[in-house]
């Protein structure tokens, strides 16, 4: 092409090379990404066009420029832009920042379980959708946040199937590739660095031991990230797959005998797949290309929908299409393999095709089915009566999920009822050149008949939007929360972006997975599969290891980090959670010591483990157990005295405020805080000669356990973790206004704070304890003695005492880097900025969960697959690194404290107290600009590390 025209510009392609200094921008990595690609068309100058045409007014003229020569070296070429007057300088918007780390694959080879799924959401809706590489369907694993069987287990709605003809996949449509072996270099006795491993595809296997040389370089070609591949020489059924490997060089710090290592040499070839498909992530979007049709998939953002669209490609070599949608009802009556701890059976019970002739108005054309609570759901009563309260006591606390009823409508324009099909669950049409499907979801909380569930439904179908009006609303409300925030991180060294390129995507793949599961959720992300769970063990869609109960440890972290996202709405749908859960821990609270020597009257000891209404787990507490029990003792003694997380929660809602200021918010989970602080006070009243407060009987965390609470030997006292919470809870209630709170709340709380005992600390060298005294252990492996820096900020950079919490890190007794092991948070908070760097770096190599395609799915670690802690205390280091709040009277921040500015290059906008936004690039270690709003705020910024 020799002209062109950008914006009113004309620009020249010759085949003349000229360099440019590119500037770093947040942009960059978009072009970086297709310089890897060695994209040999000038196609890639029409994307790169388009480009500039969408996003100028947003994009500095200078980053435009450095960005056209990239493409330049990679088709020999060079841009003159003769006018850039249109285009201004500005900071980058989330929503292009996030498109970076968007995930693309050429097949959908993967076992048919929902392994193979991309993650979608719309925070509340979840969908795993898959093209089933056996039959060429697509197929959706729908959730809904509220959805819970008669059981209290989290269950999905249902699992739906999309049939094309022509199928969107077969066998045939994989492109071949003869030379693909030439492009990598065979390594014997060698094996890949097992750092960047990652599993093939679940059916991928070699025809033979001489074919898979050739069919395992075919894969890695057509596998996204994938660089290099080894293989074993000994001929076995499990030798006939490759391992993969992000990276293309072998591990010669490790030999492997029998091993052959192959590293890719040279870029794939420009082979083009019949199939494409695509995780947007700035739209939460599925899109699949095929030669005969497109199809998109998302679950609405603005209403409990998930949408299916298909067109006739404009490759397509047929005129038409036929499609069928139907569902595909998955529950039956049998002894549940959902939960744990039952001290009794426990039945699931199947799900309700509605006859076509029922559904009612509106509904004629549509597959419904529903799922009603009310049979054997007596967990709740149970649960109740075994922990010692009586229904005619408290009448108020009813079952949540008694008589709850969920289902949805399949409807779609041109389908009707597939009268071969059992039971009303298909429709299906012929002679298609479009398709627009919805799967509209509907959960009541509480029905005395499903009539009344049909009729919500109608009404929710009634107001669903159609399309192209609900796409284009979706997309917008997806722009807004992707704009809150971004971080973009690029390599210092050009030639090494690895290690940045991975923490970046796992960023925000991490913040993805908290938007589209959490924005406005009933319930927290489940930690143990979150809503992503598939049928790799067999034993069902539902199941996940540990349960449905909430463990806060396991499941706080990606609400730590959505304050400094600007993702308040994650926050708060968490917050809702706990808040309907208070009267239920109130009461049992009161119950649990009420005939032992110490009885509370009021307060909310939120335990560490809980069912979704605030009790014990049956097993936890113990089947058929006495109520009273000695100090009101849980047979469980993970969790027996284990309520830190109150005050973790406690501290998250005055987080909210102080960055915020929203007092509406304050005002509706404040009751929180208080109820936790007075459960404290009334649950260790005595004091010591010096009058200080005598914690005991407790626990520090799991670690730490208290086997005999009448034993001083064999339980903890004074728990640096509890005393720590209680200093950073206190001292903030203490500080907020009085339009909030009380006097006499003020004083009893000054006066428990004065009464607290110092943070204990000892040994050589001085550092902090795990409690002033403790039982032997441990019995798990949390460095509870650094609980006063995360989460509780009594120590950090810019705080007093740093070098003491630098020294108890140094010598932590459970040096450890994955799932919720935080140490990558503490070091980011201490200065110590190699170990941070080094963790992150680490946490962003792990392999994905173990036979999952999704990337961004961490593996099972202290979990269950897909796990969420692994790359969320990742992703809060690295905010750490960034920003770290002072906590002072002026509620200042630290900017760069220990980011590694000869390392990684960063551009950011993250939120700070008083609702502050906080714009800043890093390049080489010198600041590029730093935009902070309020502009007044910029006074309480302290930049470290990155010159000015």
Known sequence: RDRTSVGGSDVHCMKTLTLITPLHHPVVGIYLRIVVNKDPTLTLLDSFFNFIRTTARRTAATTIMAEAIRCCLVVQCVIIVSSMSSLVDATPEGSTVAAMSNIQWTDPVWADDGTGQMPLGNGDVTASAWVSSDTGDLRILIGKSDIFDENSQPVKAGVIRVSFSPPLWSGSDTPSDPNALKKYKAYPGLIGNQKEQFSPPADFKCTSAASCPEESAELCDRTAGCAGFSLNSQVSSWTLKPELFRVSPPDTTHPGPGWTHYGRIAPPSNTSSAFAQELDLPTATMRIKTKNVTVTVYVDANEATVRVTATLAPTASISSFSASVAVEPYRIHQPTNLGRGFCHPRYDQPDVVVPASGAGAGLDNAVVWYHWNHVNATYFNDTMANQGLAPEEYPDLEDMFYQRAFGGAILADGLTPDPSAPAHTVIRGDALTTLSARVVLNVQPRVSDPSEWLTALQSSVAHSASEPAARLAHEATWTK?????????????????????????????????????????????????????????????????????????????????????????????????????????????????????????????????????????????????????????????????????????????????????NEDALKKYLAIATNVVEGYRQRFPNKTPEGKIDMFPAQALETWQCPDPTSRTNCATNPSTDIAGLQAVLTRLIALPSDFVTPAQVSTWKAHLAALPAIPTGGIPERILPASQHSPGPHNSENTELYPVHPFRIYSQGKPNLALAQTTYQHRPHPCNDGWCQDVIDAAMLNLTNDATSMVTQRAAAAPASGYRFPGFAAHYQDYEPSLDHFAFMRTAVNYMLLTPLDNDQQGVLLFPTWPTDTWNVAFKLWAPLNTTIEASCTNGTLDYLIVTPPERKADVTVLNCKQ
């Open 481 to 661: 929360v992707w704009d809150r925030s971004f971080i973009n991180i690029t390599s210092v060294v050009p030639s090494e972006p690895l290690d940045a390129r991975q923490v970046n995507d796992h960023c925000h793949w991490d913040r993805y997975l908290t938007l589209v599961q959490a924005r406005n959720a009933f319930a927290p992300i489940k930690f143990n599969g979150q809503a992503f769970t598939s049928n790799n063990t067999g034993k069902g869609w539902d199941y996940r290891d540990w349960g449905a109960d909430y463990w806060w440890q396991n499941t706080r972290q990606p609400y730590y980090n959505s304050l400094a996202t600007g993702d308040v709405d994650v926050l708060r749908s968490m917050l809702d959670f706990y808040l309907r859960m208070l009267p239920y821990v109130q009461a049992r609270t009161k119950v649990q010591f009420r005939n032992t020597s110490i009885v509370l009257t009021a307060g909310a000891l939120y335990e560490e483990t809980c069912t979704q209404f605030g009790l014990y787990n049956e097993g936890d507490w113990g089947c058929n157990s006495p109520v009273p029990r000695v100090n009101g003792a849980s047979s469980n003694t993970y969790i027996r005295f284990h309520w830190t997380g109150a005050l973790e929660l406690s501290l998250l809602i005055l987080d909210d405020y102080t960055m915020t200021g």
